[in-house]
């Protein structure tokens, strides 16, 4: 049974340009939440998907969008790329909104420069 | 707004002997509480989470935590450390029966084995 799948593992860009990350729930979950992770912080909340739209957001600008699709798989876009926007970004799965808790991914790590 | 302190950045701890990471939350409803604990470079992987019910919980590789409502607690215990568990360790809360607002995690805290 595979867990939650993220890929690419690991990213470097350059300032301004714009990225796409992916992510695959485990199986039988229909929920799928973002989180940024910087360098010695704990995570933090993106956004959430459930059927397909977005549920709800954190304290992220709108260079941060989203998008789920019909078989739950998710992707994180970002826009007009920052040197801080250099982190690890971890996606979570769940069943129902977060009902029985949550499956994290090993995360994409995306450097900036 | 729900917050998460996890007031230690580091503990050092020899190995065999006990340890207690502490967690304190605020939170308007009643929690979801959740210890995760990440190696270097990886994801989060669930150590235990409360939900509702006993407030004694188990989780794996021997890890337990009590959840204390009346000082908004949720420490996490282990009776004896292995070096295996070097790491860095989050405590989250979340909503009670899921929802969209996600988890809020605390700072972490980074546990060093001593031989």
């Known amino acids: 049974d595979a867990g939650v799948t993220q890929s690419p593992t690991h990213l470097i860009k350059t300032r301004g340009q714009q990225v796409t990350l992916r992510c695959s729930p485990k199986?039988?979950?229909?929920?799928v939440s973002w989180y940024q992770q910087a360098l010695g912080q704990g995570p933090q909340f993106i956004f959430q998907?459930?059927?397909?739209?977005?549920?709800q957001r954190g304290n992220f600008p709108d260079r941060f969008s989203g998008h789920q699709f019909p078989n739950y798989s998710s992707e994180l876009n970002v826009n007009a790329l920052l040197l801080g926007d250099s982190a690890l970004y971890l996606c979570?799965?769940?069943?129902?909104?977060?009902?029985?808790?949550?499956?994290f991914g090993s995360g994409t790590r995306l450097t900036v420069v | 707004a729900q917050s998460v302190t996890q007031p230690d950045i580091h503990i050092t701890v020899s190995e065999g002997a006990s340890l207690e990471l502490r967690c304190n939350y605020s939170?308007?409803?009643?929690?979801?509480l959740f210890w995760y604990v990440q190696s270097p470079g990886q994801g989060l992987q669930l150590l235990l989470k409360?939900?509702?019910?006993?407030?004694l919980v188990q989780g794996i590789k021997g890890f337990e935590a009590e959840f204390k409502r009346s000082q908004s607690s949720f420490n996490l215990r282990k009776p004896s450390v292995h070096w295996s568990d070097a790491a860095e360790y989050f405590c989250?809360?979340?909503?009670?029966?899921?929802?969209?607002?996600?988890?809020?995690f605390g700072k972490g805290t980074h546990l060093i084995i001593q031989p």
């Open positions: 979570a799965s769940s069943f129902d909104r977060g009902l029985y808790g949550y499956t």
């Open positions: 199986s039988g979950h229909d929920t």
């Open positions: 998907y459930y059927e397909e739209e977005e549920r």
């Open positions: 939170y308007g409803a009643t929690p979801y």
């Open positions: 409360y939900f509702s019910g006993d407030t």
């Open positions: 989250a809360v979340g909503a009670k029966g899921g929802g969209a607002d996600g988890l809020t």
